[in-house]
């Protein structure tokens, strides 16, 4: 078994992990920024045509909206985490068991792939017609940047070992 390959993935979703919770911890220090910002974007500021059925303006739904994206974050956070410490118990096991132990991980990649997906690609540039902005340009390019890497850190994680060696290992 190549230590390395296993070593390297628990490296990896350690970074996703951390990346994670600092940006949650990032979005509650500048809560005031972020909530403005958001509030921005759900109002349709600097876009044509977000019609005035889909503004939300609402201080109380601005802040929901806000909510979403560090409480995803935290959760993102907490099982890469999770992952990482089971994976390094299991760092010297079984393909199928080290395999197993990669679930939470893989998880923690999911929700952070859903949140950056589902509220910056979806809502802000396909709703709110962000795109047109250059606020939503710079967010969104921004997104795309932790999607496509938290998506490779996701794959490289879930691939079983012998993948990468010829051998086959039964991914459990």
């Known amino acids: ?25 990032q979005n509650f220090v500048q809560m005031d920024s972020d909530l403005a910002l958001v509030g921005q974007v759900v109002s349709g500021g600097g876009a044509m045509g977000v019609a005035p059925w889909q503004q939300i303006e609402a201080p109380w739904l601005v802040t929901l909206c806000w909510l979403l994206i560090p409480l995803a974050k935290l959760a993102s956070a907490a099982l890469c985490l999770v992952g990482v410490a089971t994976m390094w118990r299991e760092r010297r096991g079984s393909g199928q068991a080290f395999q197993v132990s990669k679930r939470a991980g893989l998880a923690g990649c999911g929700i952070m792939l859903a949140m950056l997906f589902g509220i910056f690609i979806l809502v802000a540039e396909t709703w ?3 795109w047109q902005t250059e606020l939503g340009a710079a967010i969104l390019g921004a997104a795309e940047r932790y999607i496509v890497a938290i998506t ?3 794959l490289f994680v879930y691939l079983p070992d ?9 991914p459990g």
Request: proline letters at 0%; hydrophobic letters at 55%; charged letters at 10%.
């Open 1 to 25: 078994m190549d230590m390395t390959l296993r070593y390297t993935k628990i490296l990896l979703l350690l970074m996703v992990g951390l990346f994670g919770l600092v940006a949650a911890i």
């Open 128 to 130: 709110f017609q962000q």
């Open 152 to 154: 490779a850190v996701a």
């Open 162 to 170: 012998g993948e990468f060696t010829g051998r086959s290992t039964n």
